[in-house]
């Protein structure tokens, strides 16, 4: 027997059993779907992103889960979780956390439209830094009687070109406080990160910078599945025509011989 053949021989073994306990459709069709998931990819400043992210015209939506399509060409990379548009500002895919911002309350505390945040929790989760401030508008004056301390979490917004009082309370001080709040116009949760969520100041800019801080969330794009196929030298990606989620990539047996053989010829 050829001296060389010995160690092909066991990693075809190794891959065909590996193949055929986890991936039973690997073949040269995967070859470049593998080839083209594998490099990581930036996105408008975040470096090195790969699985569950993908982006249009940036990396094809195979590589990533449907839920994690970025908007690379503004400032900073774009998602969005339940019809609301997110800023990202960090990716950690080791804890497989991201820091995101509201986009909509990105340099101003008064967007055109007042709505709740809200996120998909099938692949979120609120990480536990992360809590909620409550900002309150449009409030008629007689509110401001009930206010725990001088009004140190007034800030201001022009509503239609009238001047309106509006307030925000973390969760602390809001149980502590009368229900009388319920006379302000809107209210909305709009979280941060928890070491932010002690107003510092009467200024706005606390409160402003708080929330551009963005919190934190952590996801869940079938990660153990991911792991499981990235030990065993897969690309994780997804399948649109099989509707499934987490489909490992990896190179064919007959690539991965002809790898080899090369290595071999050198
Ligand atoms: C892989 O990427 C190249 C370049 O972006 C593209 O032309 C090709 O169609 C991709 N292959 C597959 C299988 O999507
Ligand atoms: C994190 O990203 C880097 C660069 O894309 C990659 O090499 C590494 O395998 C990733 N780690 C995990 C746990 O996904
Ligand atoms: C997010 O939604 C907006 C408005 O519906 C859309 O214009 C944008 O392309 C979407 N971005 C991504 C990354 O899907
Ligand atoms: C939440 O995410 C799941 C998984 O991607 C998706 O099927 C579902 O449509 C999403 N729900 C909303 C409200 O966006
Ligand atoms: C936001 O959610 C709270 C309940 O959590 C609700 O009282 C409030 O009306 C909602 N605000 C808007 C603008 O929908
Ligand atoms: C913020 O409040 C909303 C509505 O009460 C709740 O659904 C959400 O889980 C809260 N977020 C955090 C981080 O506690
Ligand atoms: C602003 O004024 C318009 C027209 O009077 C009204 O339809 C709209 O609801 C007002 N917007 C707010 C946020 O009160
Ligand atoms: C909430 O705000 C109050 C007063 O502004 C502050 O004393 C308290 O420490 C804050 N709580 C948290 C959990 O940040
Ligand atoms: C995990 O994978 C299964 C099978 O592919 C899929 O049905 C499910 O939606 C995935 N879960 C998430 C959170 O994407």
């Known amino acids: 027997m050829h001296p060389n053949l010995f160690p092909t021989i066991a990693l075809l073994l190794v891959i065909t059993a590996l193949s055929l306990i986890h991936f039973p459709s690997s073949s040269y069709a995967d070859d470049e779907q593998y080839l083209n998931c594998s490099q990581p990819f930036d996105c408008a400043g975040i470096k090195d992103l790969s699985y569950p992210f993908w982006g249009s015209n940036i990396r094809p939506s195979y590589c990533g889960h449907p839920a994690f399509e970025l908007s690379c060409s503004d400032d900073a990379p ?4 339940t019809f609301m548009t997110y800023r990202v500002l960090e990716v950690e895919n080791v804890s497989r956390t991201l ?6 309350y990105w340099n101003t505390l008064c967007p055109a439209t007042i709505v709740n945040t809200t996120i998909n929790f099938t692949v979120f989760h609120y990480d ?23 009004d140190t979490t007034q800030f201001g917004c022009s509503v239609n070109d009238t001047d309106v009082s ?51 969330l952590g996801w869940d794009a079938n990660n153990s599945l991911c792991d499981g196929c990235k030990a065993t030298g897969g690309q ?8 499934k989620i987490v489909i490992s990539f990896s190179l ?13 010829s050198n």
């Open 252 to 264: 064919s047996v007959a690539t991965l011989m002809e790898k080899k053989g090369s290595s071999i």
């Open 166 to 216: 509006n307030y925000y309370f973390n969760n602390t001080v809001l149980n502590s406080i009368g229900n009388s709040w319920g006379a302000c116009k809107y209210n909305v949760n709009v979280p941060v990160l928890e070491s932010v969520a002690q107003p510092a100041s009467s200024d706005s800019t606390a409160l402003q910078e708080a929330i551009d801080g963005g919190f934190l």
């Open 78 to 81: 774009l998602i969005n979780i």
């Open 236 to 243: 994780c990606g997804c399948s649109v025509a099989s509707m």
């Open 128 to 150: 536990s830094a992360t809590t909620n401030l409550t900002l309150y508008y449009d409030c008629p004056i007689s509110t401001t009687t009930n206010l725990p301390q001088p």
């Open 99 to 104: 820091t995101v911002a509201r986009e909509d």
